[in-house]
C-alpha cells in the first residue's frame, strides 16, 4: 500500500470539513483549492497580483512539504472568478 498523508494549510477549515492543502498519495501529491491568503500575517490583499504571488508562495509551500517543487508540477488549472480583475 503506498503511502498517503494531508498537507494542511493552517486554516480553521482543515479541522471544520477537513480540508486539506495538498494531499500526497505515493508519488503524486495533489493540491487544491489555493488562495492567496497569507497565514503569517492573517491577511488577504486586495490586489489581484499580489493575492496570485502569495498563492504561489502557499502551494510551494505544500509541495515542498511533499518533498517536491514546482520542477515536478505537470498540470495546473486556475480559476479567475471576475475577468474584470484579469491581468490583460
Known amino acids: 500500500m503506498t503511502e498517503r498523508f494531508a498537507i494542511l494549510s493552517g486554516s480553521t477549515f482543515g479541522e471544520q470539513i477537513g480540508y486539506a492543502r495538498a494531499v500526497v498519495d505515493g508519488d503524486r501529491v495533489h493540491v487544491s483549492g489555493t488562495t492567496g491568503f497569507d497565514y503569517a500575517t492573517m491577511t488577504i490583499s486586495d490586489d489581484v497580483v499580489e493575492q496570485a504571488g502569495q498563492c504561489l508562495r502557499n502551494i ?3 509541495l515542498s512539504e511533499a ?3 514546482f520542477a515536478d508540477v505537470v ?3 486556475y480559476l479567475l472568478a471576475d475577468s ?3 491581468l490583460r
Open 60 to 62: 510551494e509551500a505544500a
Open 75 to 77: 498540470r495546473v488549472r
Open 84 to 86: 474584470a480583475r484579469s
Open 67 to 69: 518533498g517536491c517543487s
